[in-house]
């Protein structure tokens, strides 16, 4: 005999009964400073993947932890009942440096409530991720309505190295109907969102030559060019006047769905005031649909130990943002063949990849994708989600296209448009995270009554 689903008001009971013991663990997980990038300690990525696995096994999946050739990722599944369909849930425990403390306004790795806010590294990004998943196992306990694999990665902030090996490893594990990926962000506080299309990205390091070794910048200086000064000039030339960048090949359309008001987009990225945007079209577009490039940092002398000398190399690294539908190796080679046509006065230039990851667009129309709205608006007490692009990049999600074409990608958030995922005071808006543990456990229960009904 079938046991029965969970009714709405039963699921937004157990959610809240597990609410407390789910926040408690958060603040575990944040404790943990789980940073897969080279230079770090990263028995603490060990640790957190410990933690997340017993996280799992607490919840009655066969839970093992896994690897191939990088950080740790853990796998828990639990097999679906007789004719209702898997949903695999995805998140990663690792995090972003934490940067410049003095920039904190807490230990990044000691979570603080303020004003309904939880901070943290990874409170967002993406520990709740993995919790809202936990929450949702949680609610329904020995009543789970379909199949669930979870798989939380260990390397994600890092690119995903092991991703693609690993999930060509554990294919048959992995196997599902539904793929709920919790690591994107909400349209804003009160209104949630679907991520229905993400740029790609292309990181890489230019480093200008210009001398084979530093001279005298009053004995030289005037006849012969250092190095700083043509990396400048080099950088300038990525951006046309209004900022729009200047790459002959890289993919740009319009046609986002929505727009970004102004003055909320000014508040919410902290632009001093004075300071214009860039680029040109709606702000939507110029986040979502079109290509973005920045500089990232520069390798040169520090203003305090710099000598009276000419450089002579300078290195910057870039990071270009692709727009739905271009290709990160044509991308890569567009850029370099830019940087080598710009290069001043005859500087030697030399372009060194780091890492790429493809854009994806999602046809976000089904029955799995209606029940994620009605899911997402009972959970929003009756606001409609909204369809939304992200600027940001998840390049595995193209993997999972590929690799399980037949699953319905759900790609969801914790995030709200305050969260300052990746930066200082990083934070969680706890009334959210509520509403969306009470949404994904719902979606749980309408996966599988529209499973049912197929």
Request: glycine content about 10%; overall charge negative; proline content about 6%.
């Amino acid at each position: 005999m079938t046991t029965p689903i969970l009714s709405e008001s039963e699921v937004r009971a157990a959610v809240e009964r597990e609410l407390p013991g789910v926040r408690a663990d958060l603040e575990r997980l944040v404790r943990i400073p789980g940073i897969a990038f080279e230079g770090f300690d990263h028995s603490h990525v060990e640790r957190s993947a410990e933690a997340v696995a017993e996280l799992l096994r607490g919840c009655g999946l066969d839970t093992r932890i896994v690897r191939s050739g990088g950080q740790p990722a853990v796998i828990g599944t639990k097999a679906a009942p007789p004719g209702a369909p898997t949903v695999l849930m995805y998140a990663h425990h690792d995090v972003q440096p934490v940067g410049d403390l003095s920039l904190w306004e807490s230990d990044p790795f000691e979570p603080v409530e303020r004003d309904g806010r939880l901070y943290g590294r990874g409170a967002a990004d993406d520990k709740a991720g993995i919790m809202a998943h936990v929450a949702a196992l949680r609610a329904f306990g020995d009543r789970l309505p379909v199949g669930v694999v979870l798989f939380i990665e260990g390397e994600e902030e890092y690119g995903s190295d092991s991703l693609e090996r690993l999930l060509a490893e554990h294919r048959d594990d992995l196997a599902s109907d539904v793929i709920v990926i919790a690591d994107s962000t909400n349209w804003d506080v009160g209104v949630p969102a679907l991520t229905t299309s993400l740029r790609g990205i292309v990181n890489c390091f230019v480093e200008v030559r210009t001398l084979d070794h530093a001279v005298h910048s009053g004995m030289f200086g005037g006849a012969v060019p250092d190095a700083l000064t043509a990396l400048v000039k080099l950088l300038a030339t990525l951006h046309d006047e209004a900022g729009d960048v200047a790459v002959d090949g890289l993919a740009a359309r319009e046609g986002a769905s929505v727009d970004y008001p102004e003055d909320r987009f000014r508040a919410e990225a902290g632009l001093v005031d004075g300071a214009k945007l860039f680029g040109t079209g709606r702000i939507t577009d110029r986040l979502w649909t079109k290509p973005a490039l920045a500089i990232l940092g520069v390798d040169a002398p520090a203003t305090g130990e710099a000598p009276n000398a000419l450089v002579p190399s300078a290195k910057a690294k870039l990071s270009v943002r692709l727009a739905p539908g271009d290709d990160p190796k044509k991308a890569y080679a567009a850029l370099t063949a830019h940087l080598e046509r710009h290069a001043p006065w005859g500087a030697q230039v030399s372009v060194t990849f780091e890492h790429d990851g493809a854009p994806c667009v999602i046809d976000a129309s089904g029955p799995m994708f209606d029940a994620a709205r009605s899911a997402f608006r009972t959970a929003w007490d009756g606001t409609d989600p909204v369809d939304i692009g992200v600027g940001g990049s998840i390049p595995f999600i193209a993997t999972f296209q590929e690799m399980f074409p037949q699953a319905a990608i759900l790609v969801t958030g914790v995030e709200d448009p305050h969260a300052r995922a990746h930066g200082p005071n990083e934070s969680l808006h706890l009334g959210e995270f509520a509403r969306v543990c009470l949404a994904e456990a719902l979606l749980l229960a309408r996966v599988a009554e529209a499973g049912n009904r197929a």
